[in-house]
């Protein structure tokens, strides 16, 4: 059974300091308080040490949390979320934040500025009414955009196909556009930003001297035919289940419905 961390004593605080070059880690308990960086910083600032700050962002995607987030930060220090998590020094190295339905333009800038990659998960998005992310304006900002499908409980089939396909269609009718997101985006979204977002470029394309990570579908199955465009194929007709191969670094691990390493 895992325990609860318990608070830091001034005794504690004094040992830290003690100790040349100690640093400290501090990894703020999921769906805490908002005032929980700021006692992080408060400490960092106390014992005169760096804490590194261990973080999973997965905010800002219900409508009711980002108000009570975002009226309790503006009123403090006018900053969004992403802004005070920018003031802590989170994204120095860039960083992964799912959702993003509630962006700001400035958040958008800073997204970009900081090589923050946002993961689109638009069919959880939906199933819990917390919003559409503008992903065409995100992309317009140069931020890098890839997809995810969330948990079981608000994605039911973690079809990453399914994903490709609304996250290229789900824009077109959001804003009357049927180039908001081409397809083409719309599977890079799933292929090389996802790379991208993992800081890994040797992966994520098919080409010469990359990674041979890459799946292969039945494209003979009665919904595939014709391929009359291949890329459109893939993200409006392709389903899960039309996969036949997957093969990591060159090594195959399921094939024809048989899983390789199991």
């Not at 003690?18 to 999921?30: H, I, L, S």
């Not at 317009?140 to 269609?169: C, M, P, Q, R, Y």
Request: charged share 25%; proline share 4%.
């Amino acid at each position: 059974e895992r325990r609860r961390p318990r608070r830091l004593s001034r005794d504690d605080l004094r040992r830290v300091r003690a100790v040349p070059g100690r640093q400290m880690v501090a990894e703020p308990r999921r769906g805490g308080r908002v005032g929980t960086l700021d006692r992080h910083n408060r400490l960092r600032t106390e014992v005169e040490r760096t804490v590194h700050v261990r973080l999973e962002l997965d905010r800002q995607r219900n409508r009711r949390e980002l108000y009570r987030v975002r009226i309790h930060r503006i009123a403090r220090n006018g900053r969004t979320p992403i802004q005070t998590l920018d003031q802590y020094g989170v994204w120095n190295n860039g960083g992964i934040a799912a959702h993003c339905v509630w962006v700001t333009e400035e958040d958008m800038a800073l997204m970009a500025q900081r090589d923050i990659t946002a993961v689109h998960n638009p069919v959880s998005n939906l199933k819990l009414g917390s919003g559409i992310a503008r992903v065409p304006e995100l992309l317009k900002a140069g931020v890098n955009v890839a997809l995810g499908t969330d948990g079981v409980s608000s994605n039911n089939n973690l079809d990453l196909f399914e994903e490709i396909k609304l996250a290229a269609l789900l824009h077109k009718g959001v804003n009357c556009d049927p180039m908001a997101v081409t397809a083409h985006q719309a599977l890079a979204m799933a292929t090389v930003n996802g790379a991208k977002a993992q800081g890994r470029p040797d992966t994520g394309v098919l080409a010469v001297g990359k990674k041979a990570d890459l799946i292969a579908l039945d494209l003979e199955k009665p919904h595939l035919v014709p391929d009359l465009d291949t890329t459109a194929l893939l993200t409006y007709s392709a389903q899960g289940s039309d996969v036949v191969m997957t093969m990591v670094d060159g090594k195959i691990l399921y094939e024809n419905g048989e899983f390789k390493t199991l």
